[in-house]
């Protein structure tokens, strides 16, 4: 590869960089000490077969400070495991248990189920968590502190990624860099533009008005990536959101292990940037100027050099900013997007033979009407 082309890519890198730093010094952080919350806030807890995690996360979720008004809606999507037991082990009248039942013609499980939930969600505020996420106690009312201090309508505050494996050391860190070095989350937040967004389903606080506005889950009934969906559907309905900082507000390790990172991420990255094609297009960009510069600094090129410390530099401010692990994991920057790219290939090639599954249910195959089912 010719020393112009290197040139390029190692600037690229360098501005990816100082994108993510500017970008993670303007993210949203909410208040250490956030006011009491004045109106209803209903919890949407969303499950299938979570018999290992719900007790955990509901007893976080009813720990919360300053949410006087706090309801906890837990949805049991179909499953067999002893989740709903472990539910009713709680003896909290604020929390109440419902069935998802079997979702409409074109509804995923996820979707489905948080649309059950919030179905039953006073005026206010609506938090969906998913049930690997660990809440700290004033997460609700600091998440509820920032919509009300900037006149937000959704909010996404990214939990602190627990990692255990190489695997998820190598991969889960890539998904806030991702939006770190590529959204100007300023002007994401204010502009109407769906195209301008970055949310995670894992914790997301929204408006109930700006919602039910947007048409809510049914408006993204159809979607496997819903979380980026309803923030796009918030958006087109004159809603304004966004991520913010969510490191020290909670934290999620949402997979264990590699096959469970390998297959949770081949189930949905396919649809990543909308489209397969577009994925792959974006995982090649991501590939030249993340790789390409680290493999010229192994033969002596300065400007290959150059690029790949930016990029283990970029990778550092977010993982400091975002509760990952910095060092010695950014070093291997050009390492997890080579993971990320088998990955990527893995979901599209499923997506397009029609072969993904997800918890024991296929997805849709290309060109077929929507799923009935699918659990996250």
């Given at each position: 590869m010719s020393g112009r082309i290197v040139r390029l890519l190692a600037a690229a890198s360098v501005a990816g960089a100082a994108h993510a730093a500017l970008n993670t010094a303007l993210l949203r952080r909410p208040p250490a000490a956030p006011p009491p919350v004045d109106r209803p806030v209903t919890v949407v807890l969303p499950v299938r077969d979570e018999v290992g995690q719900v007790g955990a996360c509901l007893a976080a979720v009813l720990d919360q400070r300053g949410v006087p008004g706090l309801r906890v809606v837990v949805v049991d999507?179909?499953?067999?495991?002893?989740?709903?037991?472990?539910?009713?082990?709680?003896?909290?009248?604020?929390?109440?248990?419902?069935?998802?039942?079997?979702?409409?013609?074109?509804?995923?499980?996820?979707?489905?189920?948080?649309?059950?939930?919030?179905?039953?969600?006073?005026?206010?505020?609506?938090?969906?968590?998913?049930?690997?996420?660990?809440?700290?106690?004033?997460a609700v009312a600091a998440a509820v502190a920032v919509l009300d201090a900037h006149d937000l309508d959704l909010v996404s505050p990214w939990p602190r990624p627990l990692t255990g494996s190489l695997a998820e050391r190598l991969v889960q860190p890539l998904s806030p860099w991702l939006w770190a070095t590529t959204l100007p989350v300023r002007l994401a937040e204010c502009s109407p533009r769906p195209s301008l967004a970055a949310a995670n389903g894992q914790f997301l606080v929204v408006r109930t008005a700006a919602y039910r506005r947007a048409g809510g889950h049914a408006a993204v009934a159809g979607e496997v990536l819903e979380d980026l969906a309803l923030l796009r559907a918030v958006k087109r309905a004159g809603g304004r959101g966004g991520p913010v900082d969510g490191s020290r507000l909670a934290a999620c390790r949402m997979y264990d292990g590699w096959p469970a990172l390998r297959d949770g991420y081949t189930k949905s990255l396919w649809a990543t940037v909308g489209s397969p094609a577009g994925t792959l297009a974006a995982a090649a960009a991501l590939t030249a100027v993340g790789v390409v510069p680290a493999l010229a600094a192994l033969r002596g090129s300065r400007a290959g050099l150059l690029g790949y410390a930016a990029g283990v530099a970029g990778r550092a401010v977010v993982a400091v900013r975002t509760g990952s692990r910095p060092w010695p994991d950014a070093l291997a920057h050009p390492v997890s997007l080579l993971v990320l790219d088998a990955l990527v290939v893995r979901s599209v090639r499923g997506h397009r033979r029609g072969t993904l599954t997800w918890r024991g249910r296929t997805l849709p195959a290309p060109g077929t009407p929507g799923p009935t089912t699918m659990g996250r």
């Open positions: 999507d179909g499953s067999t495991d002893g989740t709903r037991e472990a539910v009713l082990a709680f003896a909290d009248d604020r929390v109440t248990l419902v069935e998802a039942g079997a979702p409409p013609p074109g509804w995923l499980g996820k979707p489905h189920a948080c649309a059950v939930g919030a179905a039953r969600a006073d005026d206010g505020v609506l938090v969906f968590v998913d049930a690997d996420v660990r809440l700290w106690p004033d």
